[in-house]
């Protein structure tokens, strides 16, 4: 790895992977203790709403307290009958019973009440607490009636003390409620107003599982956990649950989805860091192929240039007197001169093509007339470097669609290498020949071969095989086969290579048919 790129990968790990991941493991233990904290806050707000349960029953209470208080303007007999009219109106009122402070039974409602044991329990009950009826004394004369729920051992009946002012006298009631039918009658149209649907608001005998009232009218198959004991009913509890789901499995499936998004957040920024990753390799690598392009192009472009010059002054001094190798240096010249402009072209062709500036003029191409005429100008190369050069042509070829010029840039780019990278054996065939298809021109030579990972990068413009000797010591521009792809890929056609280092490669290119019918 070059130390550029190793740069930019620990930024990259500085900047994007390390905060990625140590935000990710925080966030993940955070997640447990959100789960707790957002539980919690859930469970408060569902207490309070039990909490304003109690609190709507014990204001019920406290106003049928002042309601007895100012209804009764006396204690006398007639009592009775006002009394009565509430225990109408809230039938899960069982009795009241008033006592004086000296716990003296005042009144008893209803009447057929005073003959009940329970009585006796009563007056035993405010014999043994006189504290908290003191209690009760202390709040009143500071303007605040308590209600006090007595837990009292009778069976479906809850006694509730607390004191009213009747005639100036202080009274001492108790009130006996049947709790269940108070739940269920008296709370319910509350408990349906604030459970809206969206909550399961339930009511329990204590230690037991299944309630005996709930808000949604039917048994739920889940047991409610959040319980709270009402404040009136001391054998009593009530629960509520979120209505569809538990709060734990709400705070289960929140944390579940903050997992996913953070997931996904870290998968995409860590792709992100990937694809810059990838990129910045490129580029660094393009620039490193860049810069080997350099120099290379200026070998290849001096080579030429110090044999022209050399020829030229040699001829200049005139010491060569004999006509033929005149003629020979001439030649040199000459050939030089084309390998130069060869080069300079194939550096034109590729800056057109990179600026999607190549134009290509498509006409009727004979393939084989293309490989004739480029063999003239190649027959020199060839011949110096003693290459035998076996063309085959095919029979009743079909022309092909094309840019006579771009093909001979390809074809003669073929056979440059071909020349180039034959050390030993020095065979090139050409063959063309067609099927139902398409149109193809084959160019196989004996020399180095192609690694099977290099066949991968050949066509990537400014890539070189540096591994075998001589490999590295052609020289070349990386260009060539670039430019070949880019020729068939403008054509609509294909290169394929096959190709076993040592024993040489074969790259066939081929034109598709069906173009020709469009002519
Ligand atoms: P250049 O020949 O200027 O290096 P090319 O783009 O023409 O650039 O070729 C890319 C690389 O592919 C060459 O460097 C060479 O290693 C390899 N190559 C191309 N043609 C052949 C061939 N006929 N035999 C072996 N290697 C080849």
Redesign the pocket.
Known sequence: MSSSLRKVSLLIIAIIVLPVLIFSVFEIGNYRQNEKVIQDIYKNQLDAILFSINQYSDDIISNLASRFENNTSNISSDTGNVMQKFFNEMPSLISLVQFDNNQKRLSTVPYSFSHNSVINEMSAYLANNSKTIRQLQTFMANGYRKIEPVNNTVKNSQWIVFLTHQKGIEVINILVIDPEKFISQVLDPKIQEIAKGKFDIAAYRSGEDLPFYTAMKKTSSRKINDREPFWLFTNYMMGIELKDITIADLTKERVKRNLIINGLMDIILLSGAWIIFRNVKKQVELSQLKNDFVSNVSHEIRTPLALITMYIETLEMGRVKNEEKIKEYYTIILNETTRLSGIVNRILNFSQIEGNKRKYFLSATDLNEIVENAALTLRYSLETKGFTYIFEPGKNLPSILADREAITDAFV?LVD??I???PMIKEISVRTYSNAEYIHLEVE?H????SEK?QKY?FDKF???TETNL?NKVK???????IVKHIMDSHEGKIYLK?TPGSG?M?RLSFPVKQINQL
């Open positions: 780019n290498n071909a180039k990278y034959s030579d020399g180095l071969g192609i290099d050949i890539y070189r095989v490999a070349g521009s990386g260009l060539g086969l670039a190709s490669s790259f």
